[in-house]
């Protein structure tokens, strides 16, 4: 029978788990009302619609490219003052920014000032998630209890799903029940304020965390001295990590978030069908995350990670070109986009306990976390703008599966350099 994990350990999870979840259905609505927010901050008179939708992606990789610089700003912080006031900090930023967007208005009421008030919150965004990820899987992992790393890092993956399954369940009932005219003017609004009453539940949560022994003891409180790797050998882990994590972040926003407005846009699809097929895509994820993280407590990250990886690099051409296939039926479709799906989760399961095994606890929330949100930046915040300048460029329409297919090769070759037995060594 298997030991009921103790409270400290169930708490961390939780108080970890929810900052995800809010962050990403964030970023979620966001993306999933890229075309919206294009016609309501970005079209002055006489733009097209096509270049708005550019400028609103430009908007979604500004607030990625500030990840990196919260991870160091927030990460610093979580490992010498704690991960606990750290994350405290981080989920009222996020929750305050989010609300924000909710309630601005718009270019046809203020004119210019819209879109640099709508950039200037998504700077905000970028800073505070970068700082999330990096405290949430600290938190969970040193709370771990013995050979479940895996598993409770792999919650932080599925709360990113729930919180993307989330934010397209509230654009589809919107969509649903609200005309055009209504979600145009003030439907879209409505998921972001939805975020106050989350963030509250949130930060209820984490004022009553407890720090993790780990960094009580890494950082002196115990009575033991603080000892920090030298920033090169960081530099370098940091660099890796993110060679390891390009295919989830690359492959994930293009099949989990990029898909809608790559529908609507390259084959016409309605705003309906475009978030029905990014439903069933977030449900393989979603499906898929926790036995993934499970499975590497067994087999090792390395031997799951590595086969999503190759599973994407080998299918995601094949799976689209079935998806634009207009012959094909609904349920092939379907099940394309839940293969999808459920290829991304096989790397996003282990990814976070892989990434905290990479640094020791002095260090971890900054390694990690920069790792993270370097590989976002690079190859997440830029998906969008990346993959419709492309198919815009070049004219062909299976751009988005190159584009995940490519890095997750790359992400395979480094995750060759992982060790076997990584997963049954104790955290440094």
Known sequence: MTARPPAGSRRALVAGSVGNFIE??????????????AAQFFTPEGGGGAEALVKTYASFALAFFFRPVGAALFGRLGD??????????????????????????????????????????????????????????????????????GRYGAWQSFTVSLGLLAGAGAAALLATVLTGAQLNA?????????????????????????ETPAFEAAAGRAGGPVRRPPAAETARAVVLGA???????????????????????????TFQQALAATVLANLGFAASILPAGMLSDRL??????????????????????LVQDAGASVYAKGAALLAAGAAVGLMAGPGPAMLAEMFPTTVRYTGLGLAYALSNAVLSGSAGLIITELVAWTGDVDVPAYYAAAACAVSALALLTLRGDDHERALR
């Open 24 to 37: 990403w259905y964030e970023f979620g609505v966001y993306g999933y009302f890229a075309t919206v927010i």
């Open 186 to 210: 003030w439907g879209w609004r409505i998921p972001f304020l939805l975020t106050l009453p989350l963030g509250l539940a949130a930060l209820w949560l984490r004022l009553r965390l407890e």
């Open 243 to 269: 060679g390891r994590l390009m295919g989830w972040s690359a492959a994930g926003y293009t099949f989990l978030v990029v898909l809608p407005s790559y529908l609507q846009n390259t084959l016409n699809a």
């Open 80 to 149: 010498r003052i704690g991960r606990r006031p750290t994350l405290i900090l981080v989920v009222c930023l996020m929750t305050g920014a989010t609300t924000l967007i909710g309630a601005l208005p718009t270019y046809a009421s203020i004119g210019a000032a819209a879109p640099w008030l709508l950039t200037l919150l998504r700077i905000v965004q970028g800073l505070s998630a970068g700082g999330e990820f990096g405290g949430a899987v600290s938190i969970m992992t040193e709370s771990a209890p013995p050979g479940r790393r």
């Open 300 to 321: 090792g990250r390395r031997t799951v990670m590595l086969a999503g990886a190759l599973l994407v690099a080998v299918l995601a051409l094949p799976l689209l070109n």
